[in-house]
């Protein structure tokens, strides 16, 4: 059998990303490297006979997912009803713990300057962040971080991934310092 | 100091904003002022005004507003006084309030980058996703005989005649959480049920509506889902899978 079958086959029948180290795994001729010439060599065929899906890489796996244009056929298509979308104080909760990760809530809230209780257990029973441990100082607050869901439901492959708005790094670098009103 | 403008001049609805630092923003943002040099007594009339005119703000939620409130009013104070100078550099008293304003303003755009790529995610379907529908009921030709249509009458008159009891009776309330643990129960042994069939063991109208209260309460939960392809058609309640949203 090809490596590129194979792979294929394990794929098509996943339901959620497949890492290169699992697809390794289920076939003896098969290591990471060989994995990832399979993927190019369907990705290649796939492209040439035009096929409505493609393998996108999210959450450190490969999925077999439909072509977005594609997207409003399948919308007329699809009796369950589409993923709730998350609202404007989650994605900005969310936003802070993917790039600030381990963060704990007294830092989102300074940041957002509202309280951040009820979001964050949203976004927990979502499975979209967890408890990753413990900081420092009073009462041991508990710092939250992403999970590989929270990858998955944004379509990012790791989470160097994420989209950089400008000049963001530089506030990230500057956390501690005092950014001068007057600077820059 | 700058003239204080009609703050009335500047309407906006307190509900649209998802706190005061995205209402400070959006007073500076639309009305092209340097956050580097906020006009704060002119700003912090405005914030006062929005304050003022939402009249039904939850407690938490006020409170939030209120604090910044308290903090423009404090740095509008200390800009009316001598800077103090140490070591010959003066400190703004605005200094903290723009980090704050530019951390957030950081945040919301990375926030709405995450939305384009949730919005990107969703355009692109994982297989097993979709269900097929059941087909539709409707093409269906009817076919009956003169002899079911009469046997029905028959069975409709004998009702009718069945003599009307002497007393009444109160059934057994029927309880909400009782339905619920009957839902999910049913649905722990299948994917999916039909909700005929979750009420005809007991057939009342009473427990018709307390399951579909039922169904409604677990669907608000997200934990099923309720389908029915056409009016009239039969209602089905379905499992949520695991990790679906």
Same mark, same amino acid.
């Given at each position: 059998?090809?490596?590129?079958?194979?792979?294929?086959?394990?794929?098509?029948?996943?339901?959620?990303?497949?890492?290169?180290?699992?697809?390794?795994?289920?076939?003896?001729?098969?290591?990471?490297?060989?994995?990832?010439?399979?993927?190019?060599?369907?990705?290649?065929?796939?492209?040439?006979?035009?096929?409505?899906?493609?393998?996108?890489?999210?959450?450190?796996?490969?999925?077999?997912?439909?072509?977005?244009?594609?997207?409003?056929?399948?919308?007329?298509?699809?009796?369950?009803?589409?993923?709730?979308?998350?609202?404007?104080?989650?994605?900005?909760?969310?936003?802070?713990?993917?790039?600030?990760?381990?963060?704990?809530?007294?830092?989102?809230?300074?940041?957002?300057?509202?309280?951040?209780?009820?979001?964050?257990?949203?976004?927990?029973?979502?499975?979209?962040?967890?408890?990753?441990?413990?900081?420092?100082?009073?009462?041991?607050?508990?710092?939250?971080?992403?999970?590989?869901?929270?990858?998955?439901?944004?379509?990012?492959?790791?989470?160097?991934?994420?989209?950089?708005?400008?000049?963001?790094?530089?506030?990230?670098?500057?956390?501690?310092?005092?950014?001068?009103?007057?600077?820059? | 100091?700058?003239?204080?403008?009609?703050?009335?001049?500047?309407?906006?609805?307190?509900?649209?904003?998802?706190?005061?630092?995205?209402?400070?923003?959006?007073?500076?943002?639309?009305?092209?002022?340097?956050?580097?040099?906020?006009?704060?007594?002119?700003?912090?009339?405005?914030?006062?005004?929005?304050?003022?005119?939402?009249?039904?703000?939850?407690?938490?939620?006020?409170?939030?507003?209120?604090?910044?409130?308290?903090?423009?009013?404090?740095?509008?104070?200390?800009?009316?006084?001598?800077?103090?100078?140490?070591?010959?550099?003066?400190?703004?008293?605005?200094?903290?309030?723009?980090?704050?304003?530019?951390?957030?303003?950081?945040?919301?755009?990375?926030?709405?980058?995450?939305?384009?790529?949730?919005?990107?995610?969703?355009?692109?379907?994982?297989?097993?996703?979709?269900?097929?529908?059941?087909?539709?009921?409707?093409?269906?030709?009817?076919?009956?005989?003169?002899?079911?249509?009469?046997? %029905? /009458? *028959?069975?409709?008159?004998?009702?009718?005649?069945? !003599?009307?009891?002497? &007393? @009444?009776? #109160?059934?057994?309330?029927?309880?909400?959480?009782?339905?619920?643990?009957?839902?999910?129960?049913?649905?722990?042994?299948?994917?999916?049920?039909?909700?005929?069939?979750?009420?005809?063991?007991?057939?009342?109208?009473?427990?018709?509506?307390?399951?579909?209260?039922?169904?409604?309460?677990?669907?608000?939960?997200? %934990? /099923? *889902?309720?389908?029915?392809?056409?009016?009239?058609? !039969?209602?089905?309640? &379905? @499992?949520? #899978?695991?990790?679906?949203?």
């Amino acid at each position: 059998m090809r490596a590129s079958r194979v792979v294929e086959a394990v794929l098509f029948a996943s339901q959620a990303p497949v890492s290169a180290a699992e697809l390794a795994r289920v076939d003896e001729d098969l290591d990471e490297e060989r994995v990832e010439e399979a993927v190019a060599e369907l990705r290649v065929e796939y492209e040439r006979e035009g096929r409505a899906f493609g393998i996108f890489e999210i959450g450190g796996g490969y999925q077999l997912l439909t072509r977005p244009e594609f997207a409003p056929v399948l919308e007329r298509f699809d009796s369950v009803p589409a993923n709730a979308r998350l609202s404007a104080p989650a994605l900005e909760t969310l936003a802070i713990i993917a790039y600030r990760q381990p963060v704990g809530r007294a830092e989102i809230e300074e940041i957002r300057g509202v309280g951040a209780g009820g979001v964050l257990r949203t976004l927990q029973e979502r499975e979209l962040v967890e408890v990753v441990g413990r900081g420092e100082g009073l009462g041991r607050p508990l710092l939250y971080g992403t999970t590989r869901r929270f990858l998955e439901h944004f379509g990012f492959r790791s989470i160097e991934d994420l989209p950089r708005p400008e000049e963001l790094p530089v506030v990230l670098s500057q956390r501690s310092e005092e950014v001068k009103p007057n600077g820059a | 100091m700058e003239r204080v403008a009609s703050p009335d001049l500047y309407q906006v609805d307190l509900e649209r904003f998802r706190g005061p630092l995205d209402l400070l923003l959006h007073l500076i943002r639309n009305q092209d002022i340097d956050i580097f040099d906020i006009p704060i007594a002119r700003i912090t009339a405005q914030f006062l005004a929005a304050i003022d005119r939402a009249d039904h703000l939850e407690l938490e939620r006020a409170g939030e507003f209120l604090e910044m409130a308290a903090t423009l009013v404090r740095i509008k104070a200390q800009m009316l006084f001598p800077r103090r100078v140490e070591g010959g550099e003066e400190e703004d008293p605005r200094a903290e309030l723009v980090r704050r304003l530019l951390e957030y303003e950081h945040f919301r755009e990375a926030a709405r980058l995450l939305e384009d790529a949730e919005r990107d995610r969703s355009r692109r379907w994982q297989r097993g996703y979709v269900e097929v529908r059941p087909a539709p009921a409707s093409g269906v030709p009817l076919e009956t005989t003169w002899d079911e249509v009469w046997e %029905a /009458v *028959l069975r409709f008159a004998a009702r009718a005649t069945e !003599p009307e009891p002497g &007393y @009444r009776f #109160r059934g057994r309330l029927v309880r909400i959480e009782e339905k619920i643990e009957l839902v999910l129960g049913a649905l722990r042994e299948s994917r999916r049920v039909e909700f005929a069939a979750l009420v005809s063991p007991w057939g009342t109208r009473m427990h018709a509506v307390v399951s579909l209260l039922a169904c409604l309460e677990l669907a608000k939960r997200s %934990a /099923v *889902l309720v389908r029915q392809s056409a009016p009239f058609t !039969p209602l089905w309640v &379905y @499992r949520r #899978r695991r990790g679906e949203e």
